[in-house]
């Protein structure tokens, strides 16, 4: 049989979809029933653009969002994705008050300049200093009294004072008072760097004419930006950073209190992003004016209803994603799901005529399933298992056998759901809020472990370089390119035994493939 009829078989049969009235003529696919069709090409993978959009009005450098749960995304995770290209959303299996001071870690870790520094008193103990030090992760602090700048005080100072002595020994006593080196708060980013070099000082305070504090201004910033320069940022030079949300309870009051410190996305995250409650809190978020700078993703979907009722209530990205996940069990024990090759490719028939980003949450294993996702109709793709071992993900390390883990869980398990001595704020996301004994809880994941990968850096570099690949061989420099010219073709339980590695013990592991489990 020629190609072509092949490919007009296939095509017939995948673009089908999951809404045709007859569910026995429904194909469902997912990353391992297709590849990508290789063609002439002359592009070189180092140089395509994996720029994309995210929602309506922000784009990425990288294509990649962390997860949303609570063994991938918190501060520490969010800002080493922003500043490799991509962003991360804070999971709100926290209280509003914790989950709100995680995105105000990463809007203060570097910015081109902080207009509401942290400061700290003069009659404060070092103790107290330090304490302050370590939850916002800086080197030092202006020393402000009744609002005007007194001195600094950074490890500098500190250097040679007695650890015994922090809980008695004052800021005033160990600071460098004023006069110091400042500039006016309208201060150019080259002056200010100029100011810095020639001082060789590490912070730089910015005063109005009345000696008040109004900004500063650390080398931290110009060091970072030159080391990241494809770095997600807003307007004012701070990292992106997301954070979810759910839609009872305290969830307008949370989503009021993460849009304080500038949120630049809330993820209003549902197992059905099509419930009425969690389309309720879309319409509501969209018509208020605190959120009027903030980006509303809705999900998750996996149909193109689902998709257009999202789009319909005002959200800006439509996350799609029903039991994907390698610890999530909701296809298994509700028995409801979409493959997610099939599910990415029904929401994109809505959300490309609405021209609303599309991301496709979870179910990745490869680098190449990437490319595949994208060339289905998303314009990013949320990872988590993927990152669940790196370094920067919340938790410790384990050893097993001698070898290294660590730990990752569904936000459906018992785990993420249960209280185990403190409250979850998981279990609305799958409509059991009202559940109130840790035993009448309906599990839809597991709690598993993953092997340590090291930094957030070396893992992105692998999986962002499978997607420089992928566009190689499809003869696109950009992502627009590769959505367009990308062409599937079906796969048997053959053809994927074919496509890994077989045939052979296999002896060293390469750092983009550990195996088939």
């Known amino acids: 049989m020629a190609w072509s009829i092949v490919h007009e078989e296939i095509s017939r049969r995948y673009h089908g979809g999951v809404s045709t009235p007859n569910p026995f003529a429904n194909v469902g696919l997912t990353y391992d029933d297709v590849l990508l069709l290789p063609q002439a090409t002359d592009v070189i993978p180092s140089e395509v653009d994996t720029s994309s959009s995210l929602t309506r009005k922000i784009s990425l450098r990288t294509p990649l969002i962390s997860a949303a749960m609570d063994t991938v995304t918190e501060s520490r995770m969010a800002i080493a994705m922003a500043r490799q290209g991509g962003i991360g959303i804070i999971h709100r299996n926290l209280s509003p008050e914790d989950q709100a001071q995680q995105v105000r870690v990463v809007k203060r870790s570097e910015s081109g300049m902080v207009q509401d520094p942290v400061t700290v008193g003069p009659e404060a103990t070092i103790s107290q200093l330090d304490e302050l030090c370590g939850k916002y992760r800086v080197s030092g602090l202006p020393v402000v009294e009744d609002g005007k700048l007194i001195g600094i005080i950074t490890n500098r100072d500190l250097r040679f004072i007695p650890e015994e002595e922090f809980p008695t020994r004052s800021v005033r006593e160990t600071m460098t008072p004023m006069p110091l080196v400042t500039a006016p708060a309208n201060v150019s980013k080259q002056e200010a760097a100029r100011l810095l070099a020639k001082h060789k000082i590490e912070k730089l305070p910015l005063i109005d ?55 630049d996305v809330l993820v209003v995250d549902s197992a059905n992003g099509e419930a009425k409650l969690a389309l309720d809190m879309i319409r509501r978020m969209r018509g208020e004016s605190a959120f009027a700078e903030v980006q509303i993703i809705g999900g998750n979907v996996a149909t193109q209803s689902g998709a257009q009722a999202l789009i319909d209530a005002g959200a800006d990205a439509v996350k799609v994603g029903v039991g994907p996940g390698s610890i999530c069990t909701t296809r298994v024990v509700a028995g409801v799901g979409v493959p997610q090759i099939t599910a990415i490719y029904e929401a994109s028939k809505a959300c490309g005529p ?64 249960s209280s185990r001595g403190k409250r979850s704020y998981s279990k609305d996301r799958y409509f059991q809020s009202d559940v109130t004994s840790d035993d009448k809880i309906i599990p839809e994941g597991i709690e598993g472990q993953v092997p340590f990968r090291g930094s957030l850096g070396s893992v992105l570099y692998e999986l962002v370089g499978g997607l420089h690949q992928t566009m190689f061989y499809s003869g696109a420099t950009t992502i627009a390119e590769l959505k367009k010219r990308g062409q599937f073709v079906r796969m048997t339980s053959a053809g994927l035994r074919e496509s890994h590695p077989h045939d052979v013990q296999m002896t060293v592991e390469a750092p983009n493939y550990s195996g088939r489990g």
């Not at 030079?237 to 009051?253: N, T």
Request: proline content about 3%; glycine content about 16%.
């Open 209 to 263: 004419s009345e000696g008040r504090l109004s900004g500063l201004i650390t080398v931290k910033d110009f060091v970072k930006t030159q080391q990241y320069p494809n770095a997600s940022k807003d307007a004012h030079g701070r990292l992106l950073v997301g954070a979810g949300v759910g839609y009872l309870s305290d969830s307008w009051d949370r989503a009021l209190l993460l849009a304080k410190p500038g949120v």
């Open 354 to 417: 609405a021209g609303v980003p599309l991301i496709a949450d979870g179910g990745l294993q490869y680098s190449g399933d990437i490319g595949k996702a994208l060339v289905a109709g998303a314009d990013t793709v949320m990872l988590g298992s993927l990152l669940a071992g790196c370094d920067e993900t919340p938790g410790d390390l384990v050893f097993v056998n001698g070898k290294q883990y660590k730990h990752y869980r569904g936000m459906g398990s018992l785990g993420a759901m």
